[in-house]
């Protein structure tokens, strides 16, 4: 399959085989079904005929999976008609998975065979015995990333595990290959536990360039993360802090230009405390905000004067009081210039919204499903952004990682640290040239071709300047 088979974006499309009686009219009832059901009907192929049965095969858009399971019932109810399969474009794009593992050469003589295996590359596993550092060279590792997760916070939809992961860890290392040219492996864990994961990745550490953790729930995945930071040379980020907070970071700042207010005086409700949403509360206190509010499922959890935030910034964690709720989100909502949801689908009306001050900006950046629905999220304030693609801005770290990982392996920093991050921010808000910043424009597109050029330069900048990079040139630009 081609994208050019997926066609424009739709999250429930059907394509179905039909069996049905070879005589006038039969189909005729199957497109007025469709038509009053509002599926609207794509592509239409005649997959074999005869004198009484004619096969087709029929696409269609349907609003979700319960109205797909409806339409189908009334196809099937249909007389003279037969629904033979029915398949979903989605999970037809995720048969058999989606990435592949393809080497560089051809093994096709006995030459080349003792040369990329057995004997020749004995010699190359002795000088990299000798200098470790060879590694680098002559191994994949310098362009490698492991996307390690434990499966315990997929998206916003939960603790699926590991195996219900692998789909969007596969996804993910897409998008390294694509948009940074990183050859990125998923590994799913089969433990939740701290410890282990700990193990599992210092054991497999040596055949990567960097570590990406993904989807690990708070509060495992700060313990974990500071452990690996600690005790491994190679860059460890957990994307769904870092990554998002160098993207919200980004977008922020642009927003904020575009109605004219500053970071130090708007309000900022963040919705959601766990990996993403206190990474971005962090490089928010960073930045200069001085009015944050932090709620969470119990309520506002997360409060202070300017004073006080600004010691948060050393351990924001100390400072969220899950056992004290200061009030509900809608409370914390009155009076808001800015909204940031981190959190879950769907937690969010019109109503909310109107309760937040003139000029809103509301980014409601929980996947699959935004904490309101992006039609009415959009209505209701000046700046609106989800995390997904099908709106014009499009908040997700699809936009950081990519680049952060590119301009670490480049100069095989040692770690991502807070001056990269910044940089980083900093790079993706400069893709938006300042005369074309707008309501709809805040943030590049994941498919701008400068974004990940851009941030690797200033990551790589950054990681010299703070004395973690270990080498100076490109890996790419003199062995390969
Ligand atoms: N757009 C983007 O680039 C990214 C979006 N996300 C999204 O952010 C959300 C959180 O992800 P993580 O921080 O990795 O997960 P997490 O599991 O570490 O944190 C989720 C937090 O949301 C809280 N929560 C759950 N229901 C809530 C509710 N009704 N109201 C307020 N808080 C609630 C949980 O108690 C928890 O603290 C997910 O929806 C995820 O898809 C995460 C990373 C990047
Ligand atoms: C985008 C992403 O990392 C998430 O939703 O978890
Ligand atoms: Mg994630």
Redesign the pocket.
Known sequence: MTTDDIGPYSNYRLTVRLALLNKPGIFAKVAGLLAEEGANLGAVDIVSANAERMIRDITFDVQNEAHGDHVLERLEALPEVNVLSASDRIFLLHLGGKIRVQSKVPVNTRNVLSMIYTPGVGRVCQAIAKDPSKAYAFTIKSNSVAVVTDG??V????NLGPAAALPVMEGKVMLFKELAGIDAWPICVATQDPDEIIRIVRGIAPGFGGINLE?I??PR?FEIERALKTSLDIPVMH???H??AV?LLAALTNALKVVGKRMEDVRIVV???????TACCRILLAAGAAHLIG???EGIVLMGDAEELRACRTDLHACIRRDQPRGT?HDALKGADVFI?????N?LNREDLERMNQDRIVFA????DPEIEPKVGDEASRIFA??RSDFPNQ????LSFPGIFRGALDVQASEINEAMKLAAAEAIAGCVPAEALSEDYIIPSVFDRDVVPRVAKAVAAAARATGVARRRIRIDDDLR
């Open positions: 315990s916070a998206l916003g939809l939960g989807d729930s708070a995945c994307d769904d802090q990554g998002t993207v919705n959601g405390l766990g990996a993403a949403g709620c969470d499922k989100l949801g981190l959190s879950v689908g937690v950046m929980a996947n699959p989800t995390g908040i997700n770290n699809a």
